[in-house]
């Protein structure tokens, strides 16, 4: 992965997967996600760090890049749950519970989670980081919760 200056089009920055990487990267505000086969979500610093990229973190359970907040990134499972990581560190946060979703799409805009099953449900679905609104609980003390909101009906 090569991230080029667009002005003049030099190299700024370089990472090197060790595996080929067949999907595209999403750039948020201040990371690029990419998903490096048979490795997982690979987290890299885009405005800082040396010409070759080490990873900030890797998410290995994880397949995509789903959004973000200030403090959290959102992943899609290999199993299709929703994994909330700390965003500097990737130490996983929480994950959704009950059945997993069949489809993602990636958010780098804000922190809406788009997701669909395959009975053609679409849900947006938006992280609750505090108490008094409905959602999933998805942590042991209730503290965290992630709403689910049907926005689209298959036949």
Known sequence: LYCLDRGNGKILWQYYGGRPI??????AASTVYINVPDRGIVALDKGKGAFNR???WVSKDARMFLSEDAKHTYLATRDGKIQ??????????FQSKGPGF?????????DTIFAARKDGTVY??????????V?????NDGSDV??????????
């Open 22 to 27: 067949t999907s595209s990267p999403h750039v």
């Open 54 to 56: 080490n990873p900030r």
């Open 84 to 93: 909330a990581v700390d965003r500097a560190s990737g130490k996983i946060l």
């Open 102 to 110: 069949d489809l993602f799409a990636s958010n780098p805009k804000d």
């Open 124 to 133: 947006a679905i938006k992280p609750v980081l505090g108490p008094g609104v």
């Open 135 to 139: 959602g999933e609980l998805v942590l």
């Open 146 to 155: 992630i709403a689910f909101e049907a926005v689209a009906l298959g036949n």
